[in-house]
């Protein structure tokens, strides 16, 4: 069983920054793709990005290529996401996913493991 607790979310204004964390649990972390998604009210979760297993590949969704970066330390079992230029439409519950296969997917049901989310809103 892998937990995912993310941490870091809040309040910002808009063209403010947040970087997320994602703490796991579990020594195979360095095996995991691991992805981050968001879902706002009444919409569809959203893959937003995610990396490989040992971080050497990334993929990003088209709104928040650059100005979101995934990343992760291993040794600390931890994938982050660093979100600058932040606007209003950027809020939403963000979640960190685990992807057994170590690809860097972007589809949801690709993932196994799902952390309980981290609100994040941005006001205008």
């Known amino acids: 069983q892998v937990q995912l607790v993310e941490s870091g979310g809040g309040l910002v204004q808009a063209g403010g920054s947040l970087r997320l964390s994602c703490a796991t649990s579990?020594?195979?972390?360095?095996?995991?793709?691991m992805g981050w998604f968001r879902q706002a009210p009444g919409k569809e979760r959203e893959f937003i990005a995610a990396?490989?297993?040992?971080?050497?590949?990334?993929s990003y969704s088209d709104p928040v290529k650059g100005r979101f970066t995934i990343s992760r330390d291993n040794a600390k079992l931890t994938v982050y996401l660093q979100m600058n230029s932040l606007k209003p439409e950027d809020t939403a519950v963000y979640y960190c996913?685990?992807?057994?296969?170590?690809?860097?997917?972007?589809?949801?049901?690709?993932?196994?493991?799902w952390g309980q989310g981290t609100q994040v809103t941005v006001s205008s």
């Open positions: 996913a685990a992807d057994f296969t170590g690809v860097p997917r972007t589809d949801a049901d690709d993932y196994n493991y």
């Open positions: 579990g020594r195979t972390f360095s095996s995991y793709a």
């Open positions: 990396i490989s297993r040992a971080g050497i590949y990334t």
